[in-house]
Structure formats: structure tokens, C-alpha cells
């Protein structure tokens, strides 16, 4: 099981915000290398803990306040099946996101939780001091208020929660690789989700949502952007602070580079065009649930060429199953074509 550090903002923009000199940013940088290190040594230590068998039976939301330290896990908010807090719209508001989010995974997909085996859903909250993000580790996700300025409170954003538990998902079903073609797919499987989510939330269809993950983090000086498009990758944002983003929407402009994993925030741009293209052909809850068929089937190294003989070749079963409609097929092959695949 390939477990990782997945955060909404990438390193690249990490990086771009701390040269310009924010000296909060520069925490939150220095936080996230130092976690990956951290998140290193307790995945050795995982293979003892999967010997316990441990696991519940239905997932429980447990809410953790870190009180603007840097321990997860710290003083318990609320559990499962307890009240709303009084006054902490913080704890109730990951609260109820979780709960739409393993609900959706369950009634939709038929997925029980992170893992299909029911593990708790493990949400800290407060995280650090002015950290600007949010993170999946291997078991658990984690929140920052933001700085108030670039970035604010990453707790209120429903695809941003769906888009780290995501990550669980497919950690613990293709178990894709973070690096490279397999890493950007994990992180396209991460958007997918946390843009179906947020139009079931919003009651919305794949001609009038907006598309965008991470709009509602943005700051004051970051209004109107948002951090990934999968209808534009490339213009979700262009601004002095984050630069001009980076993501693509065809190959012919795939980065080849090696920060960021070799692109797997970046490339992620162009399986995300393909999604959206299909969504409009065939809703995006129809579109989701190919997705997550394919995702099951999928190895850890899955490069781009190897997802879309799978896409297709589970859309096909699906059209003999009668659960998809035969216009199915060239909607898809159409979709990777637009992106050079």
C-alpha cells in the first residue's frame, strides 16, 4: 500500500510564496518537509499496527483541535453520534463534511470510509500556527486556519476535506504511487472527487458548476482565484503571489520536470480535462462512478496511456451491464483525444 503526504497546495506554490518573503509561509513550508519526514517513520511502524485487528465496524467522525500547535490527535471536539458543539461552527462544520463525504462514498460507491474496512475518519483541526494547508498523511487529515490574507481557514471547504479523504481512497484501493504519471493520476482521482461532492452538495449539474477546487480558501488578496481547474487547467489563478499556474490540458505541454514529484499537482491538469469533458457528456455522478469502477483496478505505476485502456475497457463492461449508455464510448474516446491521449 503506497501511502503519502498529499496536500492541497503544492510545493510549488509553497515555495513561490515564501520567496516572496511571508515569513508565516515560510513556516508552513518548513512544516510540510518536516511532516513528510515524520509521515516516513510512522508508515515503518504501520505493518505492526495492521497485525491488531482493530478496525470498526462503521467509521466514526472523531474531531481533534491542535490549538494551534503542531500535534495531531490533541484534545478531542466531538466524536460520533454527540451533539453539535455550542459556538465552534470550526468542529461542527468538519464534522458535517465528513459525514456527507463517507456517506456519499457509501450509498454511491458502496465504500465503507477511507479503506472499506470503516476506519474513523480522523480530522485535526487548528493545526499549527497561520498554516496554509491542509493534508492527507496515510490515516488521518489535517487542517490550517491559513494566514488570513493568502489563504483562510481550510476547514469550510468541502472539496478540499473530500479531495484529502480521497486520497485515502486511493491509497488503500490502486495504492498509486506519488511520483510522476501515477502520481498526478492520484491527484486527479483526489479533484474528481472533490468536485463530484461539491455539486451533489451544491445541487448542481456539470453545465453550471464552476469547476474549481479550493475557490473558497482563497484569501482577500487571492479573491475570484482558486488553486486547480478541471475545466481550465492553467487559469485558475495568475497572480504576483502564486504565479501563474502551471497546470496543462493537453500532452503536448506536459512537464517533465522533477519538482513536485515530477508534476503530479501539475500533470493532473490533463486527466482533469478529460473528466470534466465526460461529465458534460454523461453527468458528473455517472462520470464518478466510472471513475471510481476504474480506480479498483488500477496498479500503483498506472501512467496515463494505461488509465485511459482502463477507463474505457470498464466503461465498455459497464455498457454490456446496462448501467451505461453506449453514447458512453465515444464521449470518452472524444474527452482523451481533446488532451493528446
Known amino acids: 500500500m503506497c501511502k503519502c503526504y498529499c496536500s492541497i ?57 491542535s490549538q494551534n500547535t503542531e500535534r495531531q490527535r490533541m484534545l478531542l471536539k466531538r466524536s460520533e453520534s454527540s451533539s453539535p458543539l455550542r459556538g465552534a461552527h470550526d468542529v461542527n462544520t468538519v464534522y458535517d463534511n465528513a459525514g456527507i463525504i463517507r456517506d456519499y462514498f457509501q450509498r454511491i460507491y458502496n465504500y465503507n470510509s477511507w479503506d472499506d474496512q470503516g476506519s474513523d475518519l480522523i480530522l485535526n483541526i487548528h493545526y499549527s500556527a497561520n498554516y496554509n494547508n491542509a493534508f492527507w498523511d ?95 487547467p492553467g487559469n485558475a489563478f495568475n497572480n504576483p503571489l502564486m504565479g501563474k499556474d502551471p497546470q496543462p490540458s493537453h500532452m503536448k505541454n506536459y512537464y517533465s520536470g522533477p519538482q513536485d514529484h515530477q508534476g503530479v499537482h501539475i500533470n493532473s491538469g490533463i486527466p482533469n480535462k478529460v473528466f470534466y469533458l465526460v461529465s458534460l457528456g454523461i453527468t458528473t455522478k455517472r462520470a464518478g462512478q466510472l471513475w471510481f469502477e476504474t480506480l479498483k483496478n488500477l496498479s500503483a505505476n498506472t501512467n496515463f496511456k494505461q488509465f485511459k485502456v482502463q477507463i474505457l475497457k470498464t466503461a465498455r463492461a459497464e455498457v454490456k451491464k446496462r448501467k451505461l449508455a453506449a453514447k458512453a464510448i465515444p464521449i470518452i474516446e472524444e474527452a482523451f483525444k481533446q488532451v493528446g491521449l
Open 9 to 65: 497546495i503544492p510545493p510549488f506554490i509553497e515555495s513561490k510564496i515564501v520567496t516572496r518573503g511571508k515569513a508565516t509561509n515560510a513556516a508552513t513550508r518548513a512544516l510540510s518537509v518536516d511532516f513528510r519526514a515524520r509521515r516516513d517513520e510512522k508508515i515503518a511502524l504501520a505493518p505492526l499496527a495492521a497485525d491488531i485487528n482493530l478496525v470498526p465496524k462503521k467509521a466514526r467522525r472523531l474531531v481533534y483541535d
Open 138 to 232: 496515510g490515516d488521518e487529515m489535517t487542517f490550517g486556519d491559513g494566514d488570513g490574507k493568502i489563504f483562510i481557514s481550510f476547514i469550510d471547504s468541502i472539496d478540499v476535506t473530500a479531495h484529502e479523504l480521497a486520497h485515502g481512497v486511493v491509497q488503500s484501493t490502486a495504492g498509486l504511487i506519488y511520483q510522476g504519471q501515477p502520481g498526478a493520476l492520484n491527484e486527479h482521482f483526489a479533484d474528481v472527487f472533490g468536485s463530484v461532492i461539491k455539486q451533489f452538495v451544491l445541487k448542481q449539474s456539470a453545465q453550471k458548476a464552476d469547476w474549481l477546487i479550493g475557490d473558497t480558501i482563497m484569501g482577500p488578496s487571492l479573491k475570484g482565484q482558486a488553486i486547480r481547474s478541471l475545466k481550465d
